[in-house]
């Protein structure tokens, strides 16, 4: 018959361990707002860092449609000039 092996743990070995579980939530307790107001000010950088970004890419997209009406008009006219040259 194999032999039953079992564990004693005392209510003073208890008593500590729930000592340091509760030493340890206290500790993340007293760091939460901490953490929280670290991640609001993340959250508003993230924010502000896509509007930036948005901007300029806006930027780029009104300087690009302004390089293509540029050159629709010089093709349009080249026709043209070079009727009035030759």
């Known amino acids: 018959m194999a032999e039953e092996s079992s564990t004693r743990i005392t209510m003073k070995e ?3 361990q729930v000592q340091k579980i509760q030493s340890m939530i206290e500790k ?14 993340l ?3 993230v924010h502000n860092r896509l509007n930036d970004h948005e901007q300029r890419i806006r ?11 540029v050159v629709a ?7 043209s ?3 009035l040259l030759g």
């Open 14 to 16: 208890l008593y500590i």
């Open 28 to 41: 993340l307790t007293m760091q939460l707002p901490g953490l929280s107001e670290q991640l609001d000010e």
């Open 43 to 45: 959250e508003r950088d």
């Open 59 to 69: 930027k780029v997209e009104m300087r690009v449609w302004q390089a293509m009406a």
């Open 73 to 79: 008009v010089v093709a349009a006219i080249f026709p």
């Open 81 to 83: 000039v070079l009727g």
